[in-house]
T-cell receptor, first 114, second 112 residues
Framework: GAGVSQSPRYKVAKRGQDVALRCDPI?????LFWYQQALGQGPEFLTY????????KSGLPSDRFFAERPEGSVSTLKIQRTQQEDSAVYLC????????????FGPGTRLTVL | GNSVTQMEGPVTLSEEAFLTINCTYT??????LFWYVQYPGEGLQLLLK?????DKGSNKGFEATYRKETTSFHLEKGSVQVSDSAVYFC???????????FGAGTTVTVRA
């Protein structure tokens, strides 16, 4: 079947705008992760869902960041009042079971805040 | 907390050369260790993994051995190809944890 998909692939926002980034995990995958990858850096953990429950949001950098997965499938990462430091690639990953399974990554959304 | 330090790039090699990318880690307990690869225009893919000390992960000619005494997980390939040009990330996941901690990545370019 299809892998993890993300949309849009590229997003340019003006500072202060709100953005919403979508992740479609592999069908049937219980766990879903969001990571932020700044230019020239490795991905950094943002948040983790198990089905529709957000079990860990310790990596979200500020209260402007919000993630949801209301039906335990598609997830949306929302960033309010974007700032230039939010410019990064946002990666979504899903895994079949609970915590310890292999994470499959999507291609990412590159966000540029002007 | 958990952290990963990997060799800075970029690394440029000729085809059939030997590749080594150093990776060391800091973690409590016995983490699982991973190498991920990101080919141009694609998402991160798991290349290989090792879950306990002295385990060797291998895939596509790449190998890495989990060395607890030196807290290292160096990636090696004996003869690289142009198609191995990519960014390589070392990562760990703590025991009983779910989040991955990544190194900064090493860009490898293989010339024909």
């Amino acid at each position: 079947g299809a892998g993890v998909s993300q949309s849009p692939r590229y997003k340019v926002a003006k500072r202060g705008q709100d953005v919403a980034l979508r992740c479609d995990p592999i069908s049937g995958h219980v766990s879903l992760f969001w990571y932020q990858q700044a230019l020239g850096q490795g991905p950094e953990f943002l948040t983790y869902f198990q089905n529709e429950a957000q079990l860990d949001k310790s990596g979200l950098p500020s209260d402007r960041f919000f993630a949801e997965r209301p039906e335990g499938s598609v997830s949306t990462l929302k960033i309010q009042r974007t700032q230039q430091e939010d410019s990064a690639v946002y990666l979504c990953a899903s895994s079949l079971g609970l915590a310890g399974n292999e994470q499959f990554f999507g291609p990412g959304t590159r966000l540029t805040v002007l | 907390g958990n952290s990963v330090t990997q060799m800075e790039g970029p690394v440029t090699l000729s085809e059939e050369a030997f590749l080594t990318i150093n990776c060391t880690y800091t973690a409590t307990g016995y983490p699982s260790l991973f190498w991920y690869v990101q080919y141009p225009g694609e998402g991160l893919q798991l290349l290989l993994k090792a879950t306990k000390a002295d385990d060797k992960g291998s895939n596509k000619g790449f190998e890495a051995t989990y060395r607890k005494e030196t807290t290292s997980f160096h990636l090696e390939k004996g003869s690289v190809q142009v198609s191995d040009s990519a960014v390589y990330f070392c990562a760990l996941r703590g025991r009983d944890d779910y989040k991955l901690s990544f190194g900064a990545g090493t860009t490898v370019t293989v010339r024909a």
